[in-house]
């Protein structure tokens, strides 16, 4: 009984293209004296998966329960065994490229990443946006201002798995050992079987099944999305840190990102 895992990832997380079929989100460890604010002052931010406890039961018509959470913090997901349908790993849009801005590509090597909280590895996948809201200005070094309209989440679907369960484990990173995780089971549904996840870094308010809801109202004026300069110490990074200002003299903004801290992409 094949199924389809979707995904939808939020807060402090870059997506890096590694090869044709691997997509590693990569999850800034920040605040807490970690990452973006080098004082301490940003607010610490939690790795985290989420899911509806009703995946616990092999029950294909189980009711929705509890949510689940399950802490990311020095851990490798590693979907990448999953397969399915999807397309080759190409760069997202509508995504900052912060390698782009500091000239450097993030290592290979997981434990070598400066300030990483947490990464999660993916396969080819079918790709969805929340509609992007800014716009958002970056000045960033020989680039000038670019005007952004930033998705707030990106949603990752892996289609046509061929198992009747989701076979998952947590992979531990600096000499962490691995955590096994109870098997997932897919629900029936109007688009066919499927299990639902959401993986998030965001602060502690905001961690729960309902992460991702409706954004919010706009930021005022020239509002910096500070907690974006996280991302800069995945490559430790001292240089200039351009985050997105808010721009509301520019036309169609209705609402802003849920957060200052917003999915961005990195090479």
């Known amino acids: 009984m094949a199924f389809n895992l979707e995904i939808t990832i939020t807060g402090l997380c870059m997506f890096v293209p ?11 460890a920040a605040g807490g004296g970690m990452g973006g604010c080098r004082c301490g002052c940003m607010q610490r931010h939690y790795a985290r998966v989420f899911y ?7 029950d294909p018509n189980a009711l929705p329960g509890e949510c689940v959470g399950i ?21 997202l849009r509508n995504l900052v490229d912060v390698g782009a801005i500091v000239g450097k ?4 090597d997981l434990n070598a990443i400066p300030s ?3 990464c ?6 079918f790709v969805a946006y929340s509609l992007p809201y800014g716009p958002w200005e970056l000045y960033a070094p020989g680039a000038g201002v670019n005007t952004l309209l930033l998705p707030y989440y990106v949603g990752w679907t892996i ?15 600096g000499g962490l050992p691995d955590q ?15 299990i639902k996840l959401t993986a998030c870094n965001v602060t502690k308010s905001h961690a729960n099944c309902n992460v991702v809801g409706d954004p919010g109202s706009p930021p005022p004026p020239n509002y910096p999305m500070d907690h974006f300069e996280a991302f800069y110490d995945l490559y430790d990074w001292d240089g200039f840190r351009p985050v997105p200002i808010y721009a509301p003299k520019q036309s169609g903004a209705s609402k802003s990102t849920a957060y200052t801290c917003v999915p961005s992409g990195g090479h």
């Open 52 to 58: 509806d406890a009703a995946y616990n039961s092999d």
């Open 71 to 91: 802490a990311l913090e020095d851990r490798l997901l590693d979907l990448t065994q999953l397969g399915g349908n999807g397309e080759t790993v190409k760069p």
């Open 180 to 194: 096994p995780l109870a098997p997932l089971y897919p629900k029936r549904g109007q688009a066919g079987n499927a």
């Open 105 to 108: 590509s993030v290592s290979s």
């Open 18 to 28: 590694r090869s044709e079929s691997r997509m590693d989100v990569l999850m800034v």
């Open 159 to 173: 289609e046509g798995i061929d198992d009747t369960e989701l076979r998952w484990e947590l992979r531990g990173l």
């Open 116 to 118: 990483l909280a947490a």
């Open 120 to 125: 999660v590895a993916l396969p080819p996948g």
